[in-house]
């Protein structure tokens, strides 16, 4: 277990999505940015290859194609299943700058598979 969005969680989402099976196509940089974190305001990066993930740290990386902003408690009901990114997006709880119809419907069928959901379900089993 470990605090949401501490140096433990992101080291153990880079574990585990560093082993999803490949997916062609979905390759992306993504800059997490999340307010209200309990050491304040958090940011990191993603970088899918071919819908693995290849990079997860701490920090800013450059020019992203996908920047995302959203406050702790609605970063934490979208790990935990409460609230889904598409509704957080339209109701403004989710800001998505760059290419965000790549991410939220170009790619929502690489998001609804199983191992996507299944990455995302063990960090929220694995979030204090």
Known sequence: ????LS??????LARVGGGLSATEGVSMS???????????KVRFH????DGVLTEAALGKIADPDISVQAKAPEALKILHGEMSPDVGYMQGRLKVDGD????MI???DWRASEA????????????D
């Open 106 to 108: 170009d790619l929502r």
């Open 100 to 103: 965000h119809r790549r991410l």
């Open 46 to 49: 993603l970088v899918w290859t």
């Open 7 to 12: 140096e433990d969680w992101i080291a153990e």
């Open 116 to 127: 996507y959901r299944a990455l995302w379900s063990h960090m929220a089993d694995f979030t």
């Open 30 to 40: 993504i800059q997490h940015e999340i307010a209200g974190a309990p050491d304040g």
């Open 1 to 4: 277990m470990a605090v949401f």
